[in-house]
């Protein structure tokens, strides 16, 4: 069966360091990957998509890469703030399709 | 971002009882509308799939009579829970999509709705 796992359910970093959140998924072709982050009683608000065909999205301080070999994305937050401390999601999307499957999501906390 | 309200927020009511959520998409006329609900640190589980002026498409093992949904229009779409139980307590988030959106692009998230049943 599908399964997408992110890598770890918390991850602690200090401020100005850069996070790094793993995103794998087996038995799954996906065409996107998505990434969102997920503020505590608030719903997913959308960062980065990147494609199969894609290595690598950057968008300010945020990169995503994309491996279907290794069936991984890294999520990368640099000079990280306590601004950040989130839960950030990944979500794959088959081709031609519109649904989103979700991972558990990682809790990072930037401590100051 | 696109904007969507749900509401309300946060709703605590008795075991059997009925619950609706609305979900508005207020900027763009959503076609599609997902239903997902979310336990505390779990993930998003997609509940059901509905178009406008048609009935949902229901995941495995969601009973499409407990959770009614209903798209009359392409700006509003209701998930009622009926006679709810403790176990339906969770976060229920709406998503539409807009007609012609290209598959696999951004998606748009409702707030989210907490329901706790008692």
């Known amino acids: 069966s599908q399964k997408i796992e992110q890598n770890s359910e918390a991850l602690n970093i200090q401020e100005g360091k850069t996070a790094t959140l793993t995103c794998n998924y087996t038995?799954?072709?996906?065409?996107?990957l998505q990434w969102y982050r997920q503020d505590p009683g608030r719903g997913p608000v959308f960062l980065l998509l990147?494609?199969?065909?894609?290595k690598e999205k950057r968008k300010e301080r945020l990169k995503v890469t994309f491996d279907t070999t290794l069936k991984q994305s890294l999520f990368h937050i640099t000079a990280s703030q306590p601004a950040d401390s989130a839960t950030y999601l990944c979500?794959?999307?088959?081709?031609?399709?519109?649904?989103?499957?979700f991972g558990k999501g990682t809790k990072l906390s930037v401590i100051p | 971002g696109a904007v969507v309200s749900q509401h309300p927020s946060r709703v605590i009511c008795k075991s059997g009882t009925s619950v609706k959520i609305e979900c508005r998409s207020l900027?763009?006329?959503?076609?599609?509308m997902f239903w997902y609900r979310q336990f505390p640190k779990q993930s998003l589980m997609l509940m059901a799939t509905?178009?406008?002026?048609?009935?949902?498409?229901?995941e495995q093992g969601v009973e499409k009579d407990k959770f009614l949904i209903n798209h009359a229009s392409l700006t509003l779409s209701t998930l009622t829970v009926t006679s709810a139980h403790p176990e339906d307590s969770s976060f229920y988030i709406c998503?539409?999509?807009?007609?012609?959106?290209?598959?696999?692009?951004?998606?748009?998230f409702g707030p989210g709705t907490r329901l706790l049943v008692l």
């Open positions: 979500a794959l999307v088959s081709a031609g399709s519109y649904q989103l499957t």
């Open positions: 038995n799954y072709s996906p065409a996107y």
């Open positions: 990147i494609r199969e065909n894609e």
């Open positions: 900027d763009f006329q959503a076609t599609t």
């Open positions: 509905s178009n406008e002026g048609s009935k949902a498409t229901y």
């Open positions: 998503s539409p999509l807009e007609g012609g959106a290209p598959p696999g692009e951004t998606q748009y």
